[in-house]
């Protein structure tokens, strides 16, 4: 069984991804790129069932939050469109986000683990975990 924190959503149980701070990716995103550790599916539920490994594979792609390693140098400065800049939290690496479910493209990191690299439209929410000090809030102001 992995070990960590358990997240259970919606009757699944995922391991809370586990970061360093350090991006072990090989990956650096560029533009409005994103990219994001996705928290993997429970191998052994909380009732001790041990589940299929193409199970908690196809699970683990459904995962719809992780978190973040790295941020392309223009996220979320301009809005989806381009139309205005940026207002509010940008995410940081080491926030918890959630995303749109199967978004991004998997990319197998240096270091073995799975990670998605997605669009700043991709990003729904910041986690509540996050830390939300005003004084350390980055607002979208190039």
Known sequence: MREGRILKLDRQEYVVSDWDGVNRAGYVPLDDKILVLA?????????????????????????????????????????????????????RPGDRVYFERYAGQLLKGE???????????????????????????MEGTI
Request: proline residues 4%; aromatic residues 6%.
């Open 39 to 91: 928290d993997i599916h429970a191998d052994i539920t909380s009732g001790a069932v041990q589940l299929p490994a193409e199970y908690v594979e196809r699970q683990t792609l459904a995962a719809e939050h992780g978190t973040v390693i790295a941020v392309g140098p223009a996220a979320f400065r301009w809005n989806d469109d381009g139309t205005r800049q940026w207002e509010g939290r940008i995410p």
């Open 111 to 137: 270091d073995g683990r799975m990670y998605r690299l997605m669009s700043q439209r991709c990003i729904a929410a910041i986690g509540v975990g996050a830390e939300s000090d005003n004084d350390e809030m």
